[in-house]
């Protein structure tokens, strides 16, 4: 990220004047340290563990004081109860591919088809694509190569982007200039008698470029490893075989992305922040508090918990305080308002049961605003897709790259399943009315899974007109007369 470059002149303070950073939530990272730092909370968040004390102090959590000595309770970490933020990346995460992803040609005749093929099935899309999908809503971000080993197998490998870091041009942050991942791994050999050595932990550094890959074990460059890629375009420039995938850009800095369910984490902070107070105070029951009045005490071990007083005066007192639930009602009528609140504004919440009781065509402008949101996002991941392919095939066939070419489409199924009821009446009504051709209804029934797949769709409904055909001769032609017996 370059520094500040949308207003060089803005302040850095944050929203809350305290310059929280790298591990609130509230301000973009600037700093490898900050953004492992926003990686890790975003991990954090995806697996619902407990809220740092920092976030504590940048969200306002409620946290209990241990009144025996005056500092927070261990026990006063609030829980990520709420399952919002979890919810809305789950649903994205599923919409985004619906299934496995399938890639097709632009020309069905295209010679390069079978390489493209090769290089999709090598990459194994039916389990990575739910790997690809919840990265890309959990952490906003999904780097990603294509890479050639040593057997001529051509992939798609994707990364954690908490192992990455990028560069993009300074002009206009949209040319990917280099990708750099470090991680570790754990080595381990055998001895002479076969007998598996203690494992060694070591590092890997890899550099993608335009022009070369590099390759370092431990620090140590690995020239086996390592020299230029070969992918180049039609004028003889390097191509870089790599690409970062966003769910949407940040705000603050396009060259990074942030998760699909961003902007709920102050508002889902407050509403456990409330579900901590509850449980603070229901909590009291079980920790009444020792209260004596019109007495000075000397011996503080008085005040635990089933020792005995003795020796007050006659008009001193001893009771202990618990505390009032008549709050209690407040603060859980307000977290249901502050939930509402959320799922009115997030179109995904169309399938938690909110707005049950809004019309049909209300629901519907929901459907169609969580649809238009997968669809951009598919908008931009499918062509990056489609572009990593086409390079694995220029890897695995030693042909030219032509990034204008665009020769290849990724496809998944509709982002919301159909109304197969309402589309067949649709086709019906149509067919009827002869305004659409067999075969492009046919490819729409695919769609939906009526019409397997791996028929062709103009065949099949050359055969279904065949068909069509037949049985209306054998309806509307009279059966052959018979010649009249003789008794």
Same mark, same amino acid.
Not at 331 to 351: G, L, V
């Given at each position: 990220?370059?520094?500040?470059?949308?207003?060089?002149?803005?302040?850095?303070?944050?929203i809350?004047?305290?310059?929280?950073?790298?591990?609130? %939530?509230?301000?973009?990272?600037e700093?490898?340290?900050?953004?492992?730092?926003?990686?890790?909370r975003?991990?954090?968040?995806?697996?619902? !563990?407990?809220?740092?004390?920092?976030?504590?102090?940048?969200?306002?959590?409620?946290?209990?004081i241990?009144?025996?000595?005056?500092?927070?309770?261990?026990?006063?970490?609030a829980l990520?109860?709420?399952?919002?933020?979890?919810?809305?990346q789950?649903?994205?995460?599923?919409?985004?591919?619906?299934?496995?992803?399938?890639?097709?040609?632009?020309?069905?005749?295209?010679?390069?088809?079978?390489?493209?093929?090769?290089?999709?099935?090598?990459?194994? $899309? &039916?389990?990575?694509?739910?790997?690809?999908?919840?990265?890309?809503?959990?952490?906003?971000? =999904?780097?990603m !190569?294509?890479?050639?080993?040593?057997?001529d197998?051509?992939?798609?490998?994707?990364y954690d #982007?908490?192992?990455?870091?990028?560069?993009?041009? @300074?002009?206009?942050?949209?040319? =990917? =200039?280099? =990708?750099e991942?470090? /991680?570790?791994?754990?080595e381990?050999?055998?001895?002479?008698?076969?007998?598996?050595?203690?494992?060694?932990?070591?590092?890997?550094?890899?550099?993608?470029?335009?022009?070369?890959?590099?390759?370092?074990?431990?620090?140590?460059?690995?020239?086996?490893?390592?020299?230029?890629?070969?992918?180049?375009?039609?004028?003889?420039?390097?191509?870089?075989?790599?690409?970062?995938?966003?769910?949407?850009?940040?705000?603050?800095?396009?060259t990074?992305?942030?998760p699909?369910?961003h %902007?709920?984490?102050?508002?889902?902070? *407050?509403?456990d922040s409330?579900?901590?107070?509850?449980?603070?105070?229901?909590? *009291?029951?079980?920790?009444?508090?020792?209260?004596?009045?019109? /007495?000075?005490?000397?011996?503080p071990?008085?005040?635990?918990?089933?020792?005995?007083?003795?020796?007050?005066p006659?008009?001193?007192?001893m009771?202990?305080?618990?505390?009032?639930m008549?709050?209690?009602?407040?603060?859980? !009528?307000?977290?249901?308002? &502050?939930?509402?609140?959320?799922?009115?504004? *997030?179109?995904?919440?169309?399938?938690?049961?909110?707005?049950?009781g809004?019309? %049909?065509?209300?629901?519907?402008?929901?459907? @169609?605003?969580?649809e238009?949101?997968?669809?951009?996002?598919?908008?931009?991941?499918?062509?990056?897709l489609?572009?990593?392919?086409?390079i694995?095939?220029?890897? /695995? +066939?030693?042909?030219?790259?032509?990034?204008?070419d665009?020769?290849?489409?990724?496809?998944?199924? $509709?982002?919301?399943?159909?109304?197969?009821?309402?589309?067949?009446e649709?086709?019906?009504? /149509?067919?009827?009315?002869?305004?659409?051709k067999? @075969?492009d209804?046919?490819?729409?029934?695919?769609?939906?899974g009526?019409?397997?797949?791996?028929v062709?769709a103009?065949?099949?409904?050359?055969?279904?007109?065949?068909? +069509?055909?037949?049985?209306?001769a054998?309806?509307?032609? #009279? #059966?052959? !007369?018979?010649?009249?017996?003789?008794?």
């Open positions: 990220m370059f520094d500040r470059w949308f207003n060089p002149a803005a302040p850095r303070a944050s809350t004047g305290r310059n929280e950073r790298g591990n609130s %939530g509230l301000t973009p990272p700093t490898p340290e900050e953004w492992a730092s926003e990686y890790e975003r991990r954090r968040v995806a697996y619902g !563990e407990p809220y740092t004390i920092g976030e504590h102090i940048s969200f306002q959590i409620f946290r209990a241990d009144d025996s000595t005056a500092e927070y309770s261990p026990q006063s970490i990520r109860e709420d399952d919002s933020i979890r919810f809305v789950r649903v994205n995460a599923s919409a985004l591919f619906r299934g496995e992803p399938s890639i097709q040609a632009a020309d069905e005749d295209d010679p390069r088809m079978d390489a493209a093929e090769k290089v999709w099935m090598d990459t194994k $899309p &039916k389990k990575q694509s739910k790997v690809w999908a919840d990265m890309i809503s959990s952490q906003g971000e =999904l780097p !190569e294509a890479v050639r080993f040593a057997d197998v051509v992939r798609l490998v994707a #982007p908490s192992m990455c870091t990028w560069t993009y041009d @300074a002009e206009t942050s949209s040319i =990917l =200039l280099s =990708l991942v470090v /991680a570790p791994y754990l381990q050999e055998t001895d002479a008698r076969g007998e598996v050595q203690p494992g060694v932990m070591r590092q890997y550094k890899r550099v993608v470029t335009a022009e070369r890959i590099d390759v370092w074990i431990d620090g140590d460059h690995d020239l086996e490893k390592s020299g230029e890629h070969g992918i180049k375009d039609g004028q003889g420039k390097g191509v870089i075989p790599a690409s970062v995938m966003l769910w949407q850009p940040m705000p603050a800095d396009p990074h992305g942030v699909s369910s %902007g709920m984490d102050a508002a889902v902070a *407050r509403i409330m579900s901590a107070q509850m449980d603070a105070v229901s909590k *009291r029951y079980a920790n009444p508090y020792p209260v004596i009045k019109g /007495a000075k005490v000397t011996d071990n008085v005040f635990k918990f089933g020792r005995l007083a003795s020796g007050l006659v008009d001193a007192s009771e202990y305080l618990e505390p009032t008549t709050g209690l009602r407040e603060i859980r !009528e307000e977290k249901q308002n &502050k939930r509402t609140a959320i799922q009115d504004t *997030r179109p995904e919440f169309i399938f938690h049961g909110a707005g049950a809004a019309s %049909g065509e209300a629901l519907k402008v929901r459907a @169609a605003q969580f238009g949101q997968v669809s951009e996002v598919r908008g931009t991941v499918f062509s990056e489609a572009r990593l392919v086409e694995g095939v220029a890897y /695995a +066939t030693g042909a030219t790259y032509d990034p204008a665009n020769w290849l489409v990724v496809d998944a199924p $509709p982002v919301l399943p159909p109304d197969i009821a309402a589309l067949l649709t086709y019906a009504a /149509a067919d009827t009315l002869k305004i659409i067999r @075969a209804m046919v490819a729409g029934l695919q769609q939906v009526l019409v397997p797949n791996d062709d103009a065949e099949y409904a050359a055969e279904l007109e065949d068909a +069509t055909g037949l049985r209306a054998g309806f509307f032609t #009279p #059966p052959a !007369e018979t010649p009249p017996t003789t008794a």
